[in-house]
């Protein structure tokens, strides 16, 4: 199992970032897709997710109107658009398979993107 | 500011038992499962247990977690220079439909 994402990106404030997570190994279409961000210093921030069998997505509050998750199943790839950065954007992302599920909730589980880092500065 | 509580740090000597502690409410570990999680500063967070006390596949014994009303533990045994890093409690809150992670733990091996 592999989750490969695309590589760091500086963006101006007010811009857009999307960033792709490319999967592997396994059913794409079988696990949720996380995306959690981390903010230099700081702790873990669930994003949301994707269900890549059909598209339906979560997202967490605090991006609600900024935050789009799609998925290309041709591909095995799921995406991460955020638009409108701020400085407070400025974060490590990480795209994560789904873990056991329970009721529907399919946590981060225990394969990891490498991380692409945005930076948002002016 | 997270709905779940962590103590910042947590400390032991070689050997020792070090323990964990995650405090939440009724709409998140008082009904969801807990997992937790472990980041090397640098690296990409790994899974360390699933579902309050699983264990996923490669993850030393030394490592439990268990959960109680509204709140959840994680226990290192045997504690190892290797486990001085950060730990993460997380579970789903129903109250604001979110995955929500603790503000994490640094352990410290003396």
């Known amino acids: 199992v592999q989750l490969v994402q695309s590589g760091a990106e500086v963006k101006e404030p007010g811009a857009s970032v999307k960033v792709s997570c490319e999967t592997s190994g396994y059913t794409f279409s079988g696990y949720y897709v996380n995306w959690v961000r981390q903010a230099p210093g700081q702790g873990l921030e669930w994003m949301g997710w994707?269900?890549?069998?059909?598209?339906?997505?979560i997202y967490a509050q605090n991006f609600h109107g900024r935050v789009t998750m799609t998925r290309d199943t041709s591909i095995a790839t799921a995406y991460m658009e955020l638009s409108r950065l701020t400085s407070d954007d400025t974060a490590m992302y990480y795209c994560v398979r789904g873990g056991y599920c329970i009721d529907a909730v399919c946590p981060p589980g225990s394969y990891w993107g490498q991380g692409t880092l945005v930076a948002v500065s002016s | 500011q997270s709905v779940l509580t962590q103590p910042p740090s947590a400390s032991g000597t070689p050997g020792q038992r070090v323990t964990i502690s995650c405090s939440g409410s009724?709409?998140?570990?008082?009904?969801?499962?807990v997992n937790w999680y472990r980041q090397v500063p640098g690296t990409a967070p790994k899974l360390l247990i699933s579902?309050?006390?699983q264990r996923p596949p490669g993850v030393p014994d030394r490592f439990s977690g268990s959960k109680s009303g509204t709140s959840a533990s994680l226990a290192i045994s045997g504690l190892q220079s290797e486990d001085e890093t950060d730990y993460y409690c997380?579970?789903?809150?129903?109250?604001?439909?979110?995955?929500?992670f603790g503000p994490g733990t640094k352990v410290t091996v003396l």
């Open positions: 009724n709409s998140n570990i008082g009904r969801n499962a």
């Open positions: 579902t309050n006390y």
């Open positions: 997380a579970a789903w809150d129903d109250s604001l439909n979110a995955y929500v």
């Open positions: 994707i269900n890549p069998n059909n598209g339906d997505t």
